[in-house]
């Protein structure tokens, strides 16, 4: 059994729609909030990798946790990202965020410089006793400097505003380890796993939940995922995961981060906008490449239509393909002028 307010489930890292000058598209940003919590998200988590923080200011991410905590009015828990590049503007962060409401805050370990274990436990350590809100730590070794065993153990012995960690690097071995070194001193510390690829492995293993990109997309998919994990119907559960991974490839690998899980939100009904990270023209054409090929596998679950055209059957060739959108294109004109 889980201690109570301790963090679990899934936590969604969720985009940020963006208006046509770019800018905060705060009504799309609210209907995309309440969607997300009417299809059973465990959780909010704003202003994280997915929600492209680096690329907002910080007044923008004040802004943008205002919105998010307004229109939640507590209904599921918020863990807001304070990834700042300092302790200074991460201490400011979290008392902003800790009057807003927010349940707790994520906070990376220092990113550019490349630092000790040493220098990431005296970060964490100043940051836990002078913060009003309790800290997760948030271990992303692919841009920050990484959080190794000993000093996750160090923290969480040490301080009790730290409660949990997520851990984005993928590594099962190394959540087991964690969970080994802090649950039986800590059994009310949190660990959440932010790759979606080892979701249900992840759980298997002990973790409480994820924050999960790829919940911003098919929330429906990860809470299925999560619940069938945790209820031991593994057969179930591993095809679903099975169904995740391609899914969440396609969105990481196919387009710069986090543009396939944009492109993928908008197939959803939302109007998302362009991202802030300018793209070539090629790019913009295999954006919408990407964008044919995530609706094909939305569409195969239920969440979305077909395109135009419909989607290429397994083992169907490109020119096959191309001759049934022309048979099909003709067909749809012939009906719209009566002949078919």
């Known amino acids: 059994m889980q201690p109570q307010g301790k963090l679990h489930g899934i936590f969604t890292p969720n985009i940020v729609p963006l208006d046509s000058r770019g800018d905060i598209h705060e009504g799309e940003l609210r209907r995309y909030v309440d969607w997300l919590i009417a299809k059973g998200v465990h959780g909010l988590y704003p202003n994280g990798s997915t929600g492209e923080f680096t690329r907002f200011t910080a007044e923008e991410r004040i802004r943008i946790m205002a919105i998010i905590t307004d229109q939640v009015r507590g209904r599921v828990p918020v863990l807001a990202g304070a990834a700042e590049a300092n302790v200074k503007e991460t201490l400011r962060a979290c008392e902003a965020y800790h009057e807003m409401g927010a349940t707790a805050v994520a906070i990376v370990a220092p990113f ?45 012995d040490e301080c009790d505003k730290v409660i949990g960690i997520k851990d984005s690097s993928g590594d099962i071995p190394h959540m087991i380890r964690m969970i080994q070194a802090i649950r039986p001193n800590r059994p009310d510390f949190s660990f959440m796993t932010g790759w979606d690829a ?23 998919l990860t809470r299925k995922l999560y619940e069938l994990t945790m209820s031991l119907k593994l057969d179930e559960a591993r095809q679903l995961q099975y169904d995740l991974v391609t899914l969440f490839d396609t969105m990481l690998y196919s387009a710069e981060f986090p543009d396939g899980f944009r492109a993928a939100v908008k197939l959803r009904g939302f109007d998302t906008g362009v991202g802030r990270q300018p793209i070539s023209t090629e790019q913009q054409a295999d954006l919408a490449t990407l964008s ?13 239509d077909e395109p135009i055209g419909g989607c290429r059957l397994p083992g169907q060739s490109p020119e096959t393909e191309e001759v049934s959108l022309i048979v099909q294109s003709v067909l749809a004109e012939l009906k719209i002028r009566g002949l078919n």
């Open 112 to 156: 550019y410089y490349k630092l000790s274990p040493r220098a990431v436990y005296a970060y964490f350590k100043e940051i836990a006793d002078n913060t009003p809100i309790d800290v997760t730590l948030y271990n992303i070794p692919l841009f920050a400097s990484p959080i190794d065993v000993p000093t996750v153990r160090r923290l969480a």
């Open 198 to 220: 080892a979701l249900m492995p992840m759980l298997l293993v002990g973790c409480d939940g994820g924050t999960n990109a790829s919940s911003g997309v098919v929330p429906e």
């Open 292 to 304: 044919n090929t995530l609706q094909c596998m939305l569409a195969s679950h239920g969440y979305t």
